[in-house]
C-alpha cells in the first residue's frame, strides 16, 4: 500500500505563491503516477496536474496552466507543485493521489488526507 502525507497549504493574499508537498511512502513503484486534484465544497474533485515517477508531466487544468508547475523528487518519493499568481478561485483542499497516468479520479486509489489552501483577496 502507498501511503501520502500532503503539507505546504495555508493562506495567502491574491497574487501570491505556495508549494505544496506531498510525501509518499510505501510500495510506490506499484503505482504510474502521482497527481494532484483539488476540491471545493458541493462541487466535485478537479484534476490539477500530474506526473509520472519517471518525471514526466501531464498535463495541467486549464486553470491553472502558466501559474502551477508539477515536479518530483525521486530520492524523496516526493511530489511538489508550485503555485504562483494565486486566485481566490484557487480556494480549495488540495489533494495528492497515487494511482494511473489518468485525469479522472477514479483512477487514483491511493489519496492523502488533504491541505486546505484559502487565497483571500
Known amino acids: 500500500q502507498v501511503q501520502l502525507v500532503e503539507s505546504g497549504g495555508g493562506l495567502v493574499q491574491a497574487g501570491g505563491s505556495l508549494r505544496l508537498s506531498c510525501a509518499a511512502s510505501g510500495r510506490t513503484v506499484s503505482r504510474l503516477a502521482m497527481a494532484w486534484f483539488r476540491q471545493v465544497p458541493g462541487k466535485e474533485r478537479e484534476f490539477v496536474a500530474g506526473?509520472?515517477?519517471?518525471?514526466?508531466?501531464?498535463g495541467y487544468a486549464d486553470s491553472v496552466k502558466g501559474r502551477f508547475t508539477i515536479s518530483g523528487d525521486n530520492a524523496k518519493n516526493t511530489v511538489y507543485l508550485q503555485m504562483n499568481s494565486l486566485k481566490p478561485e484557487d480556494t480549495a483542499v488540495y489533494y495528492c493521489?497515487?494511482?494511473?497516468?489518468?485525469?479522472?479520479?477514479?483512477?487514483?486509489?491511493?489519496w492523502g488526507p488533504g491541505t486546505q489552501v484559502t487565497v483571500s483577496s
Open positions: 493521489a497515487a494511482g494511473a497516468i489518468s485525469f479522472r479520479d477514479d483512477d487514483y486509489d491511493c
Open positions: 506526473i509520472t515517477w519517471s518525471d514526466i508531466r501531464f
